[in-house]
C-alpha cells in the first residue's frame, strides 16, 4: 500500500488550487462539498468559478499562486493542466511543508483524491493508487446503485442519539443495538421523526434486553481465494469477537474479520509444531463462556478431517451453544482446477476422502479397494505419505500408470499442479517442492496436463 487512506479534518482549513480550467472544475465540485476554505488562483478562471466566488463559496485570486499564499494551508492542487505552472505550484507547496496534488501526474504528487460516494456523514473512499481511475469510477457508479439516499439522513440522527446510546455498556450489547437500527429498523424508515422513535423504542427494547450469551461458529475459510468464502461466513466473522483459526486459513480470508476482533492462532502442522487439541478445546470454550460470539475458523470445510467433533463435543459439555457454517473443501477446489469432476457415469459411482496420515502415523485404509481400475480419491495431508501410499497401492494390484494430479495452494494465487502417475508420484513430487498445503486427487489427471498452472485470470492478462 504507497498510499494509507485517511480522512483529513479540514474545517475551518485552507484548501488552495491553482488553474482555472476543467481539471480545477472536476476538483472544485468535490472540494465544494467539504467545510473547508477553498481559494483559486487563476488568471483567466471559467465562469463557473467566477459564479462560485460571487456566491461566496470560494475565494478567487485572478492571479498566479505565490510561496506566501501556502501559509497555513492544509492541502494544495495543482490543476493549472500546465507542465510548467504545475511544477512551479508543486515547488511552492514543498517548500512550504504543505502536501501536494499534480492533476494527473502521480509521480509528483504527495496525495491522491480518491473516487468519492457522498453520504454526508457517511463516505466511502474508493482508490486504486493511481492505476485504475476507471475501475475507481465504476466502483463509485455501483456503489452510488447500492447505498440508500437515505443514508446519510440515517447516520446524522443516530449521531445525534450516541449519547443516549451510551446508557448501553461497551461492547457486545451497544454494537448490537446499533447493527439492529443500522441493518434491520434503519433502513426501513424514511422520516426524520420516525428514526428518532425508532431509535428510542429500539433502545428501550435492547436495554431491557440481557447480555447475549456466547456462541460458537464452526466456520468453513473455504480453500483460501476470498471468493470462494460463503455470504454466511463473511457474516459470522464481521459478527465474531474472537476468531480462532488454523494455520492454512489465508491471510486474505484472516483480513476479513472484524478489526476490534481477537485473532488466535493454534496453527498445526502435521509432523510438525501445532497447539495440542485439549488446549484449542479449552479456548473456544472460555471464550465463550466470557460472552463472546466466537468463530472457530478452519480451512476448507470444518467437517472435513477438522476434528469438529471433538471441538463440539467441548462446547456441548461446557453448556455453550454452537453452529457450523460449512465451507468449499479443497477436494472440490482442486477438481475444479484441474476441469473434472469427483464421480463420473461409467467411470466411478463414489469418490473417497482420505487422509494421508492420522495421529499415529501413516494412515491405513482398503488399498485392495483403492487400486481397482476408475476408483478416485481424494487424499488430504498426503505429501509425506505419498511413497508409502505408492506402495500399498502397488502391493494390492493398482497400475503403475493410474493417473494421480497433486494440487498445492489450491484456488490461490500461487497454486501449482503437479500432474503425475502413482509410478512417478514421489520423485515428481520432491522435484516440484512444495512448501504450501497440498491435495493429491488418486485416479484424476488434469484436462490440460502441465506441471504447473496459472490462476485463470492470470491466464486472461497474459
Known sequence: ??????????????????????????????????????????????????????????????????????????????????????????????????LINVVDNLADSAFITPAIVDRDPVTIAIGTEGAAPVLARALKTELEE???????????????????????????????FWSDYYLGAGPRIAEQGEAQLALETLLAQHLQTENRDGHVAFVGAGPGDPELLTLKARKALDEADVVIYDRLVSADIL????????????????????????????????????????VRLKSGDSTVFGRLDEEIEACDAAGVSWNI???????????????????????????????????????DHDWRQLARSGEVAAIYMGKKAARFIQGRLLMHGARPDTPVTVIENVSRK??????????????????ANFHGPAL??????????????????EQELA
Open 255 to 294: 483480513e476479513l474479520a472484524r478489526r476490534e476482533a481477537v485473532m488466535v492462532n493454534v496453527g498445526k502442522e502435521g509432523f510438525g509444531p501445532s497447539t495440542p487439541q485439549s488446549v484449542i478445546d479449552a479456548l473456544i470454550v472460555e471464550h465463550a463462556q466470557s460472552g463472546a460470539q466466537v
Open 440 to 457: 493429491t486427487l488418486l485416479g484424476l489427471s488434469p484436462r490440460i496436463a502441465s506441471a504447473t498452472q496459472t490462476n485463470p485470470l
Open 325 to 363: 457454517v460449512p465451507g468449499i473443501t479443497a477436494a472440490s477446489a482442486s477438481v475444479a482446477a484441474i476441469g473434472q469432476s469427483l464421480t463420473r457415469r461409467g467411470r466411478n459411482g463414489s469418490v473417497r476422502f482420505l487422509t494421508g496420515h492420522d495421529m499415529e502415523g501413516f494412515a
Open 1 to 98: 500500500m504507497k498510499h494509507f487512506p485517511v480522512y483529513l479534518s479540514v474545517s475551518g482549513q485552507r484548501i488552495l488550487l491553482a488553474g482555472g480550467g476543467e481539471a480545477a472544475l472536476a476538483k472544485l465540485r468535490l472540494l465544494l462539498k467539504t467545510e473547508a476554505q477553498i481559494e483559486v488562483f487563476s488568471t483567466a478562471p471559467d465562469a463557473k468559478i467566477e459564479s462560485w466566488a460571487d456566491e461566496s463559496k470560494l475565494i478567487l485570486h485572478r492571479r498566479d499562486i505565490e510561496a506566501e499564499d501556502a501559509t497555513e494551508a492544509v492541502l494544495i492542487y495543482a490543476a493549472d493542466e500546465d507542465t510548467i505552472k504545475d511544477a512551479r505550484t508543486a515547488q511552492i507547496a514543498r517548500a512550504a511543508n504543505v
Open 146 to 176: 447500492r447505498l440508500s439516499p437515505r443514508l446519510g439522513l440515517l447516520a446524522r440522527v443516530g449521531k445525534a442519539f450516541r449519547s443516549a446510546a451510551d446508557a448501553l455498556p461497551m461492547g457486545r450489547r451497544r454494537r448490537d
Open 414 to 431: 500461487n497454486q501449482r499442479v503437479l500432474n503425475t502417475t502413482l509410478h512417478s508420484l514421489p520423485a515428481d513430487l520432491a522435484d
